[in-house]
C-alpha cells in the first residue's frame, strides 16, 4: 500500500536525484579536494523530509526502501535523515539539528578509502577485511580535518563506532569523551544499517534491532539519546499490522514500554502480550 502511494513514489524519485546529486560532490570533496558547501549538502537532505508528511511517514517510507542497493552514499544520505529526526525528538536547537544531519551525511566519507572489493564485497568480510574497513574513521577525519566546518562533523568521521562503555574504535574511548553528536550519528548509523539489506542477508525487521539495542543499548550508546530514538521509532508503528515469528498477523494496540520491542498485538478477537510469550516475536511489519 505504502510502495504504490504518491507520497512513496515521489520520495523514491527525489531519493535516487539526490543520492546522484551528493555522490557527485562528495567525490569532488574526495577526488579534487573541493571545499565543502554546507548549505547545498542540506539542501539535498532537507528536501527529502519534507517530501513526507510526518516523521512517522518518514519512517514507513525508509522500511520500504529497504531493498534499496545499499550503497555508502544511500547509507549517509538515509543516516544523516534519522540522525536529523533524532536531534529533533531531543529537542535541539534548529542550528544543532542541521548540524547533526551534515554529521550523518559526512560519517562515512573514509569509506571512499577502501578498495571497492572489500566495501562490495558480496558475502560476510573477513576478520583481516574488517580491520581495514575499520581504518575509515580515522581516513574520513583526515579528509575533513583541514575543510572548513564544524568539529563535530570532523569528531562524528571519526568517533561514529565508539561506544560509551569504551567497547567501540578507533580510540576505545568512554562515553564522557564522545562528541555527542557522534553519539547520534552512531544510533542512527547501527538502525540503518541493521534493518538495510545486505547480500548475505534480507533487512532485519525494526523491532527485532529494537529488541537488540534493548539488550545491550544502555552500555553502548548514551542512554538519553537510545531511550528516546527507541521511544519515538516504536510509536511510530502503532495501529501497524505486523506477523509475529509463528506466522500469526496482528495490529500493534498497545506499547509496552518496560519493553519496547514487545507490544501487545490483537489478532482477530485475541489480544497477543508479546512480554509474557519469550519465544514470539516481530518478524515482519507487513
Not at 527525489?14 to 546522484?20: K, L
Not at 571497492?116 to 574520513?140: C, F, N, W
Not at 529494537?210 to 516504536?234: R, S
Not at 506466522?247 to 482477530?268: E, Q, Y
Request: glycine share 6%.
Amino acid at each position: 500500500m505504502i510502495q504504490s502511494s504518491p507520497e512513496f513514489k515521489k520520495y523514491k524519485q527525489d531519493f535516487d536525484e539526490t543520492i546522484d546529486e551528493f555522490k557527485d560532490n562528495i567525490n569532488d570533496i574526495v577526488q579534487k579536494g573541493a571545499d565543502i558547501n554546507t548549505d547545498e549538502l542540506l539542501n539535498q537532505a532537507t528536501a527529502l523530509i519534507k517530501d513526507t508528511s510526518t516523521v512517522s511517514g518518514f519512517f514507513h517510507i525508509l522500511h520500504n526502501m529497504r531493498q534499496y542497493d545499499d550503497l555508502t552514499f544511500a547509507h549517509c544520505m538515509n543516516v544523516a535523515l534519522i540522525s536529523n529526526v533524532l536531534a529533533g525528538w531531543l529537542g535541539m536547537s534548529k542550528e544543532d539539528i542541521e548540524t547533526a544531519t551534515l554529521c550523518g551525511l559526512l560519517h562515512d566519507i573514509g569509506k571512499l578509502s577502501i578498495p571497492d572489493h572489500i566495501i562490495k564485497k558480496p558475502s560476510q568480510l573477513t576478520d583481516e577485511e574488517y580491520e581495514i574497513v575499520k581504518t575509515h574513521t580515522v581516513a574520513g577525519f583526515n579528509l575533513l580535518k583541514d575543510k572548513d566546518i564544524s568539529i563535530h562533523i570532523k569528531n562524528s568521521a571519526l568517533m561514529h563506532h565508539e561506544k560509551c562503555d569504551g567497547s567501540g574504535y578507533p580510540l576505545g574511548i568512554d562515553g564522557s569523551k564522545i562528541d555527542p553528536f557522534a553519539k547520534i550519528v552512531g544510533i542512527a548509523d547501527v538502525y540503518e544499517a541493521m534493518t538495510a539489506a545486505r547480500v548475505y542477508r534480507g533487512p532485519l525487521c525494526p523491532f527485532q534491532v529494537i529488541d537488540i539495542f534493548e539488550k545491550e543499548g544502555l552500555q553502548k550508546y548514551e542512554a538519553a539519546y537510545i531511550l528516546k530514538f527507541l521511544e519515538n521509532v516504536v510509536m511510530t508503528y502503532m495501529n501497524h499490522r505486523v506477523r509475529l515469528s509463528d506466522g500469526t498477523k496482528g495490529d500493534i494496540v498497545f506499547i509496552n514500554h518496560a519493553r519496547l520491542s514487545r507490544p501487545m498485538i490483537k489478532s482477530g478477537s485475541n489480544f497477543i502480550d508479546l512480554t509474557k510469550t519469550p519465544n514470539i516475536y516481530i518478524e515482519q511489519i507487513i
